[in-house]
């Protein structure tokens, strides 16, 4: 006779309950299961907010070029303003702050 004996019903349910824990972590834990899935749909979601954000960039980048290229108002204004550039017969009035002493 063995040391260790175990009946019909209790050998059942070490099976059934090593079925369950099998089976459970290969929902919850393996390679395809529900955590990496998850996981990997918050990583793909982050990663559409940042393409969307990265296209709204480039859109933008786009239509600044156009103007550049096309819009003779917006060379000047910005010729004028970063390079300080005046029309001929144009006034330019210097206005200075006094140093409080």
């Not at 260790?4 to 824990?21: A, D, G």
């Amino acid at each position: 006779m063995a040391i260790f004996q175990i009946n019909r019903k209790t050998f059942r349910l070490l099976l059934m309950l090593i079925f369950v824990l099998v089976s459970v972590y290969f929902l919850f834990f393996s390679k395809y299961g529900y955590l990496t899935r998850w996981r990997l749909e918050k990583e793909k979601k982050e990663l559409l907010q940042l393409i969307n954000s990265e296209i709204k960039k480039r859109d933008s980048l786009e239509k600044r070029i156009n103007l550049l290229e096309n819009d003779t108002l917006e060379i000047e204004r910005i010729a004028r303003e970063y390079y300080g550039l005046v029309k001929e017969g144009e006034e330019i009035y210097a206005i200075t702050k006094k140093k409080a002493n």
